[in-house]
């Protein structure tokens, strides 16, 4: 009995990330958070800055919406306009692509390495907060014994969270029998945080049809983030993701899947890129900075952090 509980001590420590050396992080929006990039609004955040909004919102009750924009966001959304709602609605968008973040230190924005964000690169610090607070963590997609798996795995990584499941197996469409189902399991667990993960654009767009019926919660659009807590989905070495090449790591593992998505889609951006581009360059000449430029443009109407 003792040995149980001392190794239970031994886990809680281990889980405690604040006994670590952190980097220095602001607490606040900046002026130059939110830029335009390729068309869309993004904010250039670290993941500790993610962390804390998440923190805040939940102590304030407020119910919030984590986006993230990738190169296969922005083709997706030439085929499927109707996602501009949802990114138009987020409280906070992520970059999850290095190069999108070196092509904002080209264009003159205020981009750095670090600010590349997504599940993988946040979620030791997410699953530490929500382990010591007790968070109601909730994850909506993926297949039955994928899910079931990484519940399970996770509850014994971190007992203090209570973690909920539902698979991605139903009829999403807005009023079907099944999606009403689901919006109650939903809203009988009461999250703190709520993981879709359906893929692109699917978890985006049940994100924004059924919005209202949720209940006041952080939702995040995560894709196959509980995959990778199964154990179902090999996931780069971090160092990979910062480098940009994190991309190269998924491609040799699933090719045939995501060949089209890695080396035809970006080309579908080359006018944005070339819109942008040209647009920095005439900022230059006029002896204007670019985030000037964008600053008046993003200033997002929604309460701050």
Known sequence: MADAAHTLTESAFADDRRNESRRPFRK??????????????????????VLHHVETWIADG??????????????????HPELQRFFDRADLVEVDSTPLIHFAKVLGLHGRAFHRCTYLDWRDHFWSLANRNGWRVMYVGGA?????????????????????????????????????AVLEQVRAFSPDVLFVGMGMPRQELWILNNLDALPISVIFSVGAAFDYEAG??????????????????????????LARRYLIEPWSLSGLVLKDVAEAVRCRFDGQAVSDRVDSETRSPRPVA
């Open 28 to 49: 606040a929006r900046r002026a130059r958070e939110r830029v335009r990039l390729l068309g869309q609004t993004v904010d250039l955040v670290r993941p500790e800055e």
């Open 62 to 79: 407020r119910k919030a919406v984590v986006a993230n924009h990738n190169l296969n966001s922005l083709a997706l959304l030439q085929k």
């Open 144 to 180: 039955p014994e994928v899910v079931d798996k990484a519940r399970l795995r996770l509850s014994q990584l971190h007992p203090g969270a209570k973690i909920q499941v539902r698979d991605g197996y139903f009829d999403a469409t807005p009023g079907s029998v099944e999606n009403a």
């Open 232 to 257: 179902a989905q090999a996931e780069a070495p971090r160092w990979m993701g910062r480098m940009g090449i994190e991309w190269l790591f998924r491609l040799v593992h699933d090719p045939r899947r």
